[in-house]
């Protein structure tokens, strides 16, 4: 049987080595995947693009700060529900100019629940769901949700009632959910009138055009995760007083 010539034993050798170095050519060319950022709730919304009102009452009420922190630093998940700029511009003028300085601060919580909820716990889960406003004034501040075909969602502070059309972010820790209407506490109905005060400046907390001043909300509710974010955002209040002076 003849030798086998030098050209095909390079051949094979060649073929060989071929083989033998694919896997790792593969591997060296695959992109590492990138690292994930931190969670950013005004970015998720800011991407969006139709939430500017909402995102400047987060940052002067400094709650997106909480609600990063929260979802970034602990195994506390958060769920917010994210009126549209369209949701303010409706509400009835002077709705939110009316509100007292620790409602408008509310307001703003009560949008904040100090739990992850994806759209099929929201369909069964038990009511009032807490928010972040829950235990001040010693009043309940809860959220109802009620499932309806499919993934519909609506929910209900029993003044509004609205659909959860869309998540802008549905994962865990942080879920965030767009609602067309600003969802406004039965309790402010329920508050008696309060007491004469000095009028207030012009470009308050709910006008679109600016921010305004609010007094640090009561932050007793030991025990739960909204009494620890109602702790920090009693502290920084009182410099969103400070700060909105200076500005007007």
């Given at each position: 049987m003849a030798a086998p010539s030098c050209s095909s034993l390079l051949l094979l050798l060649s073929l060989t080595t071929l083989l033998l170095l694919s896997p790792t050519i593969t591997a060296q060319s695959a992109p590492a995947?990138?690292?994930?950022?931190?969670?950013?709730?005004?970015?998720?919304?800011?991407?969006a693009g139709q939430y500017t009102i909402f995102i400047r009452f987060l940052n002067v009420s400094q709650a997106g700060n909480q609600i990063n922190n929260q979802v970034n630093n602990s195994h506390d998940g958060m769920t917010v529900f994210a009126p549209t700029d369209n949701a303010f511009n409706n509400l009835p003028a002077g709705t939110l100019n009316d509100l007292n300085d620790q409602q408008q601060v509310q307001l703003v919580l009560y949008h904040i629940c100090p739990k992850y909820y994806s759209l099929s716990?929201?369909?069964?889960?038990?009511?009032?769901?807490?928010?972040?406003?829950?235990?001040?004034?010693?009043?309940?501040?809860?959220?109802?949700?009620?499932?309806?075909?499919?993934?519909?969602?609506?929910?209900s502070t029993g003044v509004v009632d609205v659909p959860i059309y869309n998540a802008l972010r549905k994962d865990s820790p942080l879920?965030?959910?767009?609602?067309?209407?600003?969802?406004?506490?039965?309790?402010?109905?329920?508050?008696k009138a309060p007491a004469a005060s000095p009028p207030r400046n012009s470009g308050g907390f709910g006008r679109s055009s600016g921010g305004g001043d609010a007094t640090a909300p009561s932050t007793s509710n030991p025990g739960n995760a909204a009494g620890k974010m109602g702790v920090g955002l009693g502290l920084v209040s009182a410099i969103w007083v400070v700060c909105m002076g200076l500005m007007f």
């Open positions: 995947p990138a690292p994930s950022g931190p969670i950013n709730v005004t970015a998720i919304l800011e991407k716990d929201l369909q069964t889960v038990s009511n009032p769901v807490r928010t972040q406003a829950s235990g001040q004034d010693n009043k309940e501040f809860g959220l109802h949700f009620k499932g309806g075909q499919g993934s519909q969602v609506n929910v879920a965030v959910y767009q609602v067309d209407q600003v969802l406004i506490p039965k309790e402010f109905s329920d508050a």
